[in-house]
Every structure is written in C-alpha cells, then in structure tokens.
T-cell receptor, first 113, second 115 residues
Framework: DQQVKQNSPSLSVQEGRISILNCDYT??????FLWYKKYPAEGPTFLIS?????DKNEDGRFTVFLNKSAKHLSLHIVPSQPGDSAVYFC????????????FGGGTRVLVKP | DAGVIQSPRHEVTEMGQEVTLRCKPISGHNSLFWYRQTMMRGLELLIY????????DSGMPEDRFSAKMPNASFSTLKIQPSEPRDSAVYFCASSLAHRANYGYTFGSGTRLTVV
C-alpha cells in the first residue's frame, strides 16, 4: 500500500519555464510534508517542507503548495535551471508514527537548455 | 562535519554470501534510518533507531536482514544469505529526533549487486 504517490515518473521542461511536480497521499494522519532532491550517485538532500497547518511555503525559486482536502501537494520551480535536473522525492511524516518519513517513488526532472 | 558516511560505496557479491553495510551518522544526531531504493518500490524505510534502540523494523523484508546500532556513532545492516533480489542502493540517514521535520541527512548510499 503506497501511502505517498508520485504519478509522473518523469518531466521535461525548458530552461526558464516552470516545473510543476505533483504528489498525492492517502494517510490523513500525515502532518508534515517534505521534498528531497537527488542527483545520481548521491543521497537525497532536503529541499523544502510544509506543515499541514499551512497551504504554501516559499523558498527562493521553490514553492510547495498543500491541498489537505485533496490530499495533494505540489512543488513549483520557477524559473527552472539546468542544475535542477535531478530526481525529486516527496515525503510525508506524522507525529503519531514517530516522524519517520514515507517517500513517494520519485519524479525525474530534465531541464533542457 | 563530514556528513553521514556509508561504506562501502559499491559491493558486488555472490548469491548466498553475507553482506554487511556500514553507517556513521552525523555526530549528535540521535535518530538513524536505513532505506532501500529500487526502481519498483522507490525509497522504502527498512528500520530506524532512536538513541541506538530499534523503534520500527516493520520494513525489514525478511529474517535474512538484520540491523544493529551498538553505539551512537555506528550502525550496520546485514544480509545473510544475500539473494539477487536484494540488489539495490541502500541509504543510511540521520537526524535529531525532535527536529525530524527539518529533514534527514542522507549518506551517499551503498550500491549492492548480488549475482
């Protein structure tokens, strides 16, 4: 049972345009959501997070949106840069589960110059 | 700080052999996690420790897998006997338990190939 799903395995976008990555979850107990970025041969690195009490969090070119009623979150990257080409994982946690992270399957983003 | 250190980076072994993966967490972090990444299942949590104590091992696939954390600065994940389906990238991550929502720090992973 996948509690966190990223239905798009890959995304290709032109440099300078917006990248939109989507993530759906099923567990209503999740109260914190995170995005990680992963380059080949490296471990995932933390990118941005959002608490369930908010619906938006922004950090530079990265914005995460949370729609609790739809159990959906998205990551917007504006403008996209070639260095953003990587695999992006969304993750969710709940205090009830000891804050362990449950990850989605990842979306591979390719930003074309 | 050198970050989370995993060894070896790559491991190729024959089916039936014992494999031991090692992890040194960030000094001061009191939570440690072992994840496995495969094409089919993405990143899945195998086991995690708080203050060296295993808290949740429900993700450990079978009895062939075991993990230990003898002290705050070292953990091992052992597979005995190994099978080809165990081939994956294994990640170790650490965090401060009360700041887990600020994200884990992952190591670079161990790519395991069982032939």
């Amino acid at each position: 049972d996948q509690q966190v799903k990223q239905n798009s395995p890959s995304l290709s976008v032109q440099e300078g345009r917006i990248s939109i990555l989507n993530c759906d979850y099923t567990n209503s107990m999740f109260d914190y959501f995170l995005w990680y970025k992963k380059y080949p041969a490296e471990g995932p690195t933390f990118l941005i997070s959002i608490s369930s009490i908010k619906d938006k969090n922004e950090d530079g070119r990265f914005t995460v949106f949370l729609n609790k009623s739809a159990k959906h979150l998205s990551l917007h990257i504006v403008p996209s840069q070639p260095g953003d080409s990587a695999v992006y994982f969304c993750a969710a946690s709940s205090k009830a589960a000891g804050n362990k992270l449950t990850f989605g399957g990842g979306t591979r983003v390719l930003v074309k110059p | 700080d050198a970050g989370v250190i995993q060894s070896p980076r790559h491991e190729v072994t024959e089916m039936g052999q014992e494999v031991t993966l090692r992890c040194k967490p960030i000094s001061g972090h009191n939570s440690l996690f072992w994840y496995r990444q495969t094409m089919m299942r993405g990143l899945e949590l195998l086991i995690y420790f708080n203050n060296n104590v295993p808290i949740d091992d429900s993700g450990m696939p079978e009895d062939r897998f075991s993990a230990k954390m003898p002290n705050a600065s070292f953990s091992t994940l052992k597979i005995q006997p190994s099978e080809p389906r165990d081939s994956a990238v294994y990640f170790c991550a650490s965090s401060l338990a009360h700041r887990a929502n600020y994200g884990y720090t992952f190591g670079s992973g161990t790519r395991l190939t069982v032939v």
